[in-house]
């Protein structure tokens, strides 16, 4: 499995263990490249969501 060496927070360590269990349930092989790329996209992803939700809303 890919290991991510440093964490900054508690909230990556999660992210990071959450998307390692998904690219697991697609059936991706351990330690392939493209099981790396999938983690480091779905953590790309949720550090943008993470960004725009820290933003104030229009909505509140």
Do not use: K
């Amino acid at each position: 499995m890919p290991v991510i060496d440093t964490y900054h927070d508690e909230e990556t360590l999660t992210l990071t263990i959450v998307a390692e269990f998904a690219v697991l349930e697609m059936g991706v092989i351990e330690g392939s490249t493209g099981a790396i790329n999938q983690i480091d996209g779905l953590l790309a992803r949720s550090g943008t969501a993470n960004r725009a939700n820290s933003q104030p809303s229009e909505l509140s």
